[in-house]
C-alpha cells in the first residue's frame, strides 16, 4: 500500500509545516536543539492575553493525531475560543505542536526523528521564554486525540514532574503488540513501517515507550493531585484497547477518570461537544482553577475576586475568603471533577465588600474539586484538593 506525504513535506523540513490560517492563532517557527534544524508549531493567545498584559496564563499543549491534524486546528480553536469566552474553561493559552506525521510523540530508536526531546527540552522552554505563561508544573496541561492521546499519556507519565496533569482522548496504541494486535485501527501495512521507522523494529524498546509500561514504573511516584483523564467512544475502534488499558491501570491503583462516550466513534470534534455539553469542561478548571497567575488587590474590591487562600490541600474545616465589587446576587459553589455540584456555600444578594464562609468537606472522597463563585457580571474558578 502506498502512503502519501502532505505536500509540504516533499519540498521542504520536514519539521516545518505551512501556516494554518485561524484568529487569534500564530505559525511560530524556532530552532530546536535536539532536532538540529528549525521546527514549527501553532499557538492560540486568548483575548485575555492581550486585554492583561500583566497576567501570566497555563498552558494546553493539545498533541495532535496520525497524520499531523493541521486541518483540525481551526475547529479547535473555535471550541477552546468559546468556552474561554463563555466562562466555561479558564482563560489559557493552547500550543498545537508539529510531532511528524507519524512521530508518535517518541524519540525514535534511529534517532533521526527526536520528537519527544524537541518538545520537551526545546519547544516548552522557548514558549515560557517566549510568552507570559505560568511556567511551572501547574501551569502546563498535556491533552491529545488518537496518536496524540498516547502521546499526552505516556509524556505525562514519564514528566509528571512538569505538569498539571493529562488528558488522552480516543487514545492508541495503548495495546502491547504493536503490529499484530487484532483490534487496532491503523491498517496492519502503516502499523508494520511506523513500527520499523519509529520504534526501530524493537518490541522491548515499544513496550518501554508504552504509557501501559511506563504506569507500572509511575504508578508510585505520581504526586497527590496529579490529574489524569481517559476518554473514549463506545463507538471507536479503539475502545477494546482502552478497556484493556483501564484495567492494567486498575490493577496498579491508579487514581484517574476514565469515561466512556455513547454514539462517538474516533471523531475529535464530536467527543469534545459531547463533553462540553455534559459537564465534563470542569476538568480543566480542576486543573487549572484560577484562570492567571496575578494576585488580586484585596484593600479595595474594585473586582471581584474569589481568594485561593484556603488550605490546599484543604482541611476537615475550611475558610473561603472571597470579595465583592458590586451590590447583586452571588453564589459560590462547589464541583467535583465531573461537574457535579456536591454543594452551595453562598445564595444571596450582598454588597461590596470582603467576605468569608466555611467549608465542611463531611464525607467527600479525596481528589480534586472547583470552587466556583458567579456575581451578576463575573464568574471565577479556583481547584481546591482534598486529602484524607
Known sequence: ????????????NPWVTDPVSATDVAHVIFYSEAVGDEVSFHIYLPPAYQQNPDDRLPVLYWLHGSGGGLPGIPTLRNYFHYHIASDNIPPMIVVFPWGLPQGMWVDSKSGHQPVESMLMDDLIPFVDNRYRTIAEPDGRLLEGFSMGGYGAARLGLTYYDRFAGFSMLGAGPLQLDFVNYPHARTPPELRQQIFEEVYGGDQEYFEAMSP?????????????GYVMRQVIGLDDELLIMNR???AHWTDLGLNWQYLEVPDIGHVTA???????????LAFYQSVFGTATSAEPDEMTPSTPELFHNYPNPFNPETTVRYQVAEAGPVTLEVFDITGRLITTLVDVHQSPGAYSVSFHPGGLASGPYVLKM??????????MMLVK
Open 212 to 224: 501501559w509500561r511506563i504506569a507500572e514504573t509511575a504508578a508510585d511516584e505520581l504526586p497527590d
Open 270 to 280: 464530536p467527543l469534545l461537544g459531547h463533553l462540553a455539553q455534559h459537564g465534563e
Open 1 to 12: 500500500m502506498l502512503y502519501l506525504l502532505p505536500l509540504f513535506l516533499l519540498f521542504q
Open 374 to 383: 458567579t456575581t451578576a457580571s463575573h464568574t471565577q474558578t479556583r481547584k
Open 244 to 246: 484493556e488499558l483501564q
